[in-house]
């Protein structure tokens, strides 16, 4: 039976999607079941930052996760997973900054309706997305951000990549947090980042 591996990603995040794009590698090579849910960089620093009611420039930012939620809500989440490599293809590989455009080509592509962009301007669906940003952030703390990766009864910030590790290599290091999963005490390990993601 594959093991469920349950991850948490803010689309316009481009270390959620380095690292995104690894777990679907491992599903290759290692007998794993990935389930996606949204959260959202808006919920955990909107303290910080304008409502996204009354600025352009965070409203932008918050549309992908909730058109996320959208997909989620009338789809189910079996088609989150779908949205998210299609939205997040457009956004970091192809570099479409313009986060509503790059949902309804995402939402185009999937054969979805456009009506959830237009959900996804509003906070019509915020609530769902706040419970599915607060069950991630709840099993690894405040103080972090996405991805959420959480399997084993473990859940982990990260792993933080710049680079996408394909086949053995990237079962190899999902072995290593397994490992590392294994000791309740085990919180850390951290260096500066030298280099901005690569998708290639």
């Known amino acids: 039976m594959a093991e469920r591996v349950d991850f948490w990603f803010d689309p316009v995040c481009p270390f959620a999607w380095a690292t ?41 930012r918050w549309i992908p996760s909730r058109a996320a939620t959208a997909v989620e809500l009338k789809h189910g989440e079996d088609e989150v997973g779908a949205f998210y490599t299609a939205v997040g293809t457009e956004i970091h590989n192809n570099g479409n900054k313009d986060f509503a455009d790059a949902v309804a080509k995402a939402l185009r592509e999937l054969d979805l309706d456009l009506e959830l962009l237009e959900q996804a301007k509003t906070d019509v669906n915020d609530e769902a997305m706040r419970a599915s940003h607060q069950d991630g952030i709840s099993r690894v703390g405040q103080d ?26 990237a079962g190899t290091l999902f072995d290593a947090s397994v490992e590392l999963a294994k000791y309740p005490y085990f919180f850390e390990l951290k260096r500066s980042r030298t280099e901005k993601p690569v998708f290639d």
């Open 144 to 169: 972090v951000g996405t991805p959420v990766v959480a399997f084993r009864g473990t859940a982990f910030f990260g792993p933080v990549i710049t680079r996408i590790p394909r086949g053995e290599e």
């Open 20 to 60: 995104s794009r690894w777990i679907r590698e491992v599903a290759e090579v290692r007998d794993i079941d990935v389930v996606w849910h949204v959260m959202s960089l808006g919920v955990l620093n909107e303290e910080k930052n304008p409502s996204p009611a009354e600025d352009d420039e965070q409203l932008a």
